[in-house]
């Protein structure tokens, strides 16, 4: 018999990811540049660290809209930051 749970819906920061496909397992170091990014980032770091990562179609768009990124990506386990000041 097939049997179904029932999975709670949550909100996450989410954020586009230019020219990378991030899989499952996989340990991926990239810098955040982005104000909506860093923000994305800082909202996941103050609570429990989730966030959605997701490939936006076309690298060279700075501000994509929801239908410029693909709809499927990754929500890492974990996630850790280290800032750099800005480069002159």
Known sequence: MFTREKQEMKRVPMMPVRDMVIFPQQMTPFIVGREASVRALEEA????????????????????????????????????????????
């Open 45 to 88: 770091l103050a609570g429990d660290k989730k966030i959605f990562l997701s490939t936006q179609h076309d690298a060279s768009v700075d501000d994509p809209k929801p239908e410029e990124i693909y709809a499927v990506g990754r929500s890492p386990t974990s996630c850790r930051a280290s800032s750099c000041p800005t480069a002159i």
